[in-house]
């Protein structure tokens, strides 16, 4: 089963840049980032398939790259013109088993979840 290992959270002021890293153990179809605020359901940010079709939330567009790396397993999210209301944890997900579809990033896609990242967005 593939792990995920997520890195690169933490505080931000309003305007910043994070880079969010996830190491995969393994190839997946699609490996995703997703985010969960206090209080709000977990939600899509962003997917990227294994042949670098991607996928991006309407809050994320414009902002937010995703990249992957196949030989080493890496994808990476480039979050710029960070938001308050961009706080969060953040989690990184693959899916094993091909049910994700290209012009979307649904957590009901994504079989196998990491850790979680806290990244808060404060002055």
């Known amino acids: 089963q593939v792990q995920l290992v997520e890195s690169g959270g933490g505080l931000v002021q309003p305007g910043g840049s994070l880079r969010l890293s996830c190491a995969a153990s393994?190839?997946?179809?699609?490996i995703g980032w997703f985010r969960q605020a206090p209080g709000k359901e977990r939600e899509g940010v962003s997917c990227?398939?294994?042949?670098?079709?991607?996928a991006y939330a309407d809050s994320a567009k414009g902002r937010f790259a995703i990249s992957r790396d196949n030989a080493k397993n890496l994808i990476i999210l480039h979050m710029n013109m960070l938001k308050p209301e961009d706080t969060a944890v953040y989690y990184c997900?693959?899916?094993?088993?091909?049910?994700?579809?290209?012009?979307?990033?649904?957590?009901?896609?994504?079989?196998?979840w990491g850790q979680g990242i806290q990244v808060t967005v404060s002055s």
């Open positions: 997900a693959a899916d094993t088993l091909g049910w994700w579809s290209p012009g979307r990033c649904s957590v009901r896609d994504f079989q196998t």
């Open positions: 393994h190839s997946a179809y699609a």
């Open positions: 990227v398939s294994s042949d670098g079709d991607t």
